[in-house]
């Protein structure tokens, strides 16, 4: 696994001991830093529109005591078929095992109040194909919207829908459906067809559907 050291921004290898990481959840962008960017030029870099969230994402890693991220962007070599097929079949794993799973709203903003609701229930990020493994898979998860404010938590603290997404309106807290995640503890999810129908589940082709019922699947049986 490869990981994104958060002081230095650069890029580090392991293939046991992995130190305790955090883990990036966000929707791609025009202009994200690729591996061979941050590995060739991190000055061009951090230069690009995709390096932001790499460096909120490392700035919050630090905040949390952690000293390595995962960013899916940069932390893999998609010229490599064999290293990106290993990678999405061991997605739903590294999901699993970070400390800290931030998921960045990048078209969803806490201010001004009155619109939050509808911001966040238009927000692409409910329609990706991967929203929905890695809202199972991860067990700390934070909602940050697109200035790195923090708008919500999923824990397994979390008990109440106000504990989830405390300044979220009545008219969308409304909307949201709590069902029970497989580790014991409230799993409050969004299930509006406005977004999305289940959660990514309008983009997901029907491979990826059976790869994420069975890592579900294999979630409970662990």
Known sequence: MRLLHAGTFELEEFVSDIPPYSILSHTWGKDEVSFQDITTNLEASAAKEGFVKIRH??????SDGLAYCWVDTCCIDKTSSAELSEAI?????????????????????AEPAEYFGESLRQSRWFTRGWTLQELIASSNRFFFDADWTLVGRITPETETLDEVLPTTPTRFRSRLMEVED??????????????GGSLGARSCAPSTRGRILSSYSAKAAA
Request: aromatic share 14%; hydrophobic share 45%.
């Open 57 to 62: 994402c490392a700035a919050q890693t630090l």
């Open 89 to 109: 079949n061991s997605m739903f794993r590294w999901y699993r095992e970070a400390q800290c799973c931030y998921i960045y709203l990048a078209d969803v903003h």
């Open 182 to 195: 497989l580790d014991g503890f409230p799993l409050s999810i969004a299930l509006d067809t406005n977004i």
